[in-house]
């Protein structure tokens, strides 16, 4: 026998030993529950490109969240998909106390108060130019968006949002956010800035989900440059300045090295979003019997906690869930 002093696998010879030096574990409690809201009344639409996740009305969403409830996942962030008759140019439907998104956040927090509630800060979900801030001449204006976006947060707020996520990524959002809400008395509602943002392919699946794709041109004039990893350190400093509760990079899986890049230098929680795109794939390559979708997908969220997010808004949450019972 060779003379090693020391032999890892040791700590590998069994289950138990394997489970006492684990360095990191997924936990439901990790997860937040991205939900997709429409008009109508016992609604429910497949979205085409992602299997098992559906468009729900009021009633049936308010049933789904006591659902996983019931499984643990305490968080939902709530994406609203219009008819392109309430769009317009200043996503005026946004601030509509009895229109879909709001009146449903407020139901939602009435039925369910230890539901932890997010929502979305952007214009493109209302917006008939489908980009997420303010158009003029074809241009995505900066400062004229800002306004937009705080009184969008303050309805979001009143509503019963818990957190709010700015995902436009205007600059100066968070602080103008920021302000806005403690003006108005919400000092307590966190912000989750969607910081490091990219300008990725992988958002395709969920663009079909809310009808928001651009009407023209694309948002790499705002959304980052998947190229650049230092430009991450800008926009966390930034947010960090101005108020953000929680440091968000999207997507997850192919920015692996940015999560670990702010959680290396920001002392906020960390969140990733673990996308559409990410999520479509593991099931299209399941559903060809390619791969084991069950494993890859748990091996994709703990590559994501591993990577330094203690928050993973995904898709997978409800049958991550399920999968612990």
Known sequence: MINLTQRPRRNRKNQAIRNLVKENDVMVSDLIF??????????????????????????LMLKEIETCLKLGITTFDIFPSLNDKLKDKK????????????STLKEIKKQFPEAVIMTDV???????DGHDGFVKNSEIMNDETLEILAKMAVA???SGAD?????????????VIRNALDKYGYS?????????KYASAFYGPFREALQSAPKFGDK???????ANSQEALIEADLDVIEGADFLMVKPALSYLDIIKLLKENFSLPIAAYNVSGEYSMVKAAAAKGWIDGDKIRDEILLSIKRAGASVILTYFA???ALSKK
């Open 34 to 59: 991205p939900l997709f809201l429409i008009d109508g009344k016992n609604k429910k639409t497949q979205i085409n490109s992602m299997p098992n996740i559906f468009r729900l009305s009021k009633d």
């Open 91 to 102: 996503a005026t439907e946004s601030l509509n106390k009895k229109g879909l998104y709001l």
């Open 122 to 128: 952007a214009m493109d979900p209302y917006s008939s």
């Open 156 to 158: 979001q707020a009143e």
């Open 163 to 175: 957190i709010i996520g700015p995902s436009d990524m205007m600059d100066g959002r968070v602080g």
């Open 188 to 196: 307590n509602v966190s912000i989750m800035s969607y910081t490091a």
């Open 220 to 226: 790499k004039t705002y959304q980052m440059n998947p």
């Open 318 to 320: 409800k049958e991550f």
